[in-house]
């Protein structure tokens, strides 16, 4: 998630969706009060430098000897960047804050920025969702019980960051200014520099997250699978046209 008051704009990051990416290009471009949270790692790979606003952060968030330690052994404190920005922060905002959250926050910046996200097929976001959430786990329940588990309120209990439509809606309204899509994400970033006046290069554009041998989520969905899916990301399936790929 970002809220740039350089360049007057509103990132909703969608998890699964390239966001980190996104995330990691626009840092490049930060002013000293712009505000990150999430892809702090990407964003430092990519580039980007911890601003001001990140330093105060650390200096009142963060322990002095966790500073000193992490300077002596890399001469930088931009690594605690993410950690001092989401304690700052910590139940006002997140890595994956929603559009109510954010004009909650800062009402100004809603009514004035440009708001926009990306997004992804749905049928193939809950695989890299499913490979993402239980990347650590020695043991998992299959693809079809996740699905399961979500439809029947368990996520939170989870901590399954399932949830796209809600993000940038409300009331089943898009309320974002422009949502670029993860199948186009460089033409679409493209729009979005263009927009804000920003530069655009491809070779910026990191995927570090992306899965060199994608996987062919026919392999994943069993009877009844699609259908699950179908009824959990209904609206988004049917406004952008979403199918099941060939």
């Known amino acids: 998630m970002i809220i740039s008051h350089r360049h007057k704009f509103i990132f909703i990051h969608v998890p699964k969706t390239a966001g980190s990416a996104v995330s990691a290009y626009l840092a490049r471009e930060f002013g000293p009060w712009d505000l990150q949270l999430g892809s702090w790692k990407d964003a430092l790979a990519n580039g980007a430098k911890a601003n001001r606003l990140a330093l105060i952060a650390m200096f009142r968030h963060l322990p002095p000897l966790e500073i000193a330690k992490t300077l002596v052994r890399h001469h930088s404190v931009d690594s605690l960047a993410g ?141 009844g699978d699609r259908e699950r899916v179908a009824r959990l990301f209904g609206a988004e399936i049917e406004h952008f046209k979403y199918r099941f790929p060939d």
């Open 83 to 223: 950690a001092a920005l989401s304690r700052r922060f910590a139940g006002r905002l997140s890595d994956h804050s929603s559009a109510s959250e954010i004009e909650a926050f800062d009402s100004a910046a809603w009514k004035n920025y440009f708001k926009f996200c990306f997004v992804r097929n749905p049928f193939e976001r809950a695989v890299s969702l499913y490979n993402w959430h239980y990347r650590k786990a020695t043991t998992r329940p299959n693809f079809s019980e996740m699905l399961r588990l979500i439809e029947e309120g368990a996520a939170e209990r989870e901590s399954i960051n399932w949830r796209s439509w809600q993000l940038y809606t409300r009331n089943d309204e898009v309320v974002v200014d422009f949502v670029g899509r993860q199948e186009r994400l460089s033409d679409d970033l493209r729009i979005v520099c263009d927009r804000l006046g920003l530069p655009f290069n491809d070779r910026f554009l990191t995927r570090a997250k992306a899965n060199p041998t994608r996987p062919d989520i026919r392999n994943y969905y069993q009877p």
